[in-house]
C-alpha cells in the first residue's frame, strides 16, 4: 500500500537525521517524521511507529504521531487558531499544519465567522489535489452525535457551542452533548459560528431537544436594569429628567431598554428607597449617614 494523505499507517523507522526520522512501508515508500511532529521519544532504526499522514507547509508528503480523532467520518472539536477572509477559519490538529475550513462553508456575514479561539465541530476530508480540509458537521451529524437532555434541565443553566446559523435562531451543541435552539427573540445579538455561550434552558421538546434563551430571567433583568439606572443617576449627580411617566422613544434612546423594564428598575429602586421622583425628574435619596460625616 502507498503512502498517502489521510491514512493513519503503522511504519518503521528507516534511518534517523538531525531533523527526524525517515519511515518506510512494506513496499519501502519513504516519509519524514519531522522531530517537532512527534513528543515520542524515537529511539533505533527497525522501530514500529504509527503516523497520520498529511502535507506540510511546501506540499511534501509528512508524517505526524498526532493523530487526529476526526478521521473515518468522525468528529470532534477544533480550536480556531487563525482566520483569514479570503481562504476561510483555519484550526489546528497538534500538528505542524494548520487545517482549513473553507469560507465557502462559513456563514455569509464576515461578522459571524468564528474568531481565533472558538472551536467547530469538523471531521477530515482529502481533496482532488490531495489536501487535507476540514468540513463542518451537518445537522443530521448532530443529530447523531446528540443525546436527549432530561426534563431536569429546564431552568437549569447551559454552556456550549454555536454550530449553526439561521435567521430564525442559533443552533448549539451543549457541553454534555445536548441539541439546543436559541428563537431570535431570545438573544440580543446573534453569536458567532464556534463562540462559547451561556445560557438558560427555557424548555425541553418531546425529543429530548433545548429550547434555550440568552437573555437573563426576569429578576436578574430587573436587577441589571435597576444598575444601569443607578449609574447613570451617579454619572449626572444624582438626578435625571426621566420618570415612569417619559415616552418610550426617550426611555429607548438613552437606555436602550424598554419602556415597562425601565418602569420595572425604578418601581424596584424606589421601594428600596433609593430613588424618589418629583416635578418631572428622578433622583438619589441622600444618605442621612453621610450628611453627618
Given at each position: ?99 482549513v475550513v473553507s469560507g465557502d462553508d462559513l456563514p455569509k456575514l464576515k461578522q459571524l465567522w468564528p474568531a481565533v479561539g472558538d472551536k ?122 426621566f420618570t415612569d411617566k417619559s415616552a418610550p422613544e426617550e426611555i429607548e434612546k438613552h437606555f436602550s431598554i424598554s419602556k415597562a423594564a ?30 453627618k460625616e
Amino acid at each position: 500500500m502507498t503512502i498517502e494523505v489521510g491514512q493513519v499507517l503503522t511504519l518503521t523507522i528507516d534511518r534517523t537525521a538531525e531533523y527526524g526520522v525517515y519511515l518506510v512501508n512494506e513496499e519501502d515508500d519513504s516519509v519524514l517524521l519531522h522531530k517537532n511532529d512527534t513528543d515520542q521519544e524515537l529511539l533505533t532504526e527497525g522501530e514500529k511507529v504509527d503516523v497520520f499522514i498529511y502535507r506540510d507547509k511546501q506540499g511534501r508528503i509528512a508524517a505526524t504521531t498526532h493523530i487526529p480523532e476526526m478521521l473515518n467520518d468522525e468528529y470532534g472539536w477544533a480550536e480556531v487558531v487563525a482566520v483569514d477572509e479570503k481562504i476561510g477559519a483555519f484550526v489546528h490538529l497538534g500538528f505542524a499544519k494548520d487545517i482549513v475550513v473553507s469560507g465557502d462553508d462559513l456563514p455569509k456575514l464576515k461578522q459571524l465567522w468564528p474568531a481565533v479561539g472558538d472551536k467547530l465541530f469538523i471531521t477530515l476530508r482529502v481533496d482532488r489535489l490531495d489536501r487535507l480540509f476540514a468540513r463542518l458537521a451537518t445537522e443530521s451529524v448532530i443529530l447523531d452525535y446528540a443525546y436527549a437532555a432530561p426534563i431536569e434541565m429546564k431552568n437549569q443553566n447551559f454552556s456550549g457551542r454555536v454550530y449553526r446559523l439561521l435567521k430564525v435562531g442559533t443552533f448549539v451543541f451543549t457541553e454534555e452533548g445536548y441539541r439546543c435552539f436559541i428563537h431570535e427573540n431570545e438573544r440580543t445579538a446573534e453569536p458567532r459560528l464556534g463562540e462559547l455561550i451561556e445560557g438558560r434552558v427555557i424548555g425541553i421538546t418531546e425529543e429530548g431537544d433545548i429550547n434555550g434563551s440568552l437573555l437573563p430571567r426576569s429578576y436578574e433583568r430587573i436587577d441589571r436594569d435597576s444598575e444601569l439606572l443607578m449609574n447613570y443617576l451617579v454619572q449626572r449627580s444624582g438626578t435625571m429628567p426621566f420618570t415612569d411617566k417619559s415616552a418610550p422613544e426617550e426611555i429607548e434612546k438613552h437606555f436602550s431598554i424598554s419602556k415597562a423594564a425601565f418602569k420595572r428598575a425604578l418601581g424596584k429602586l424606589m421601594k428600596s428607597g433609593k430613588i424618589v421622583q418629583k416635578d418631572g425628574f428622578t433622583s438619589v435619596v441622600e444618605d442621612p449617614e453621610e450628611d453627618k460625616e
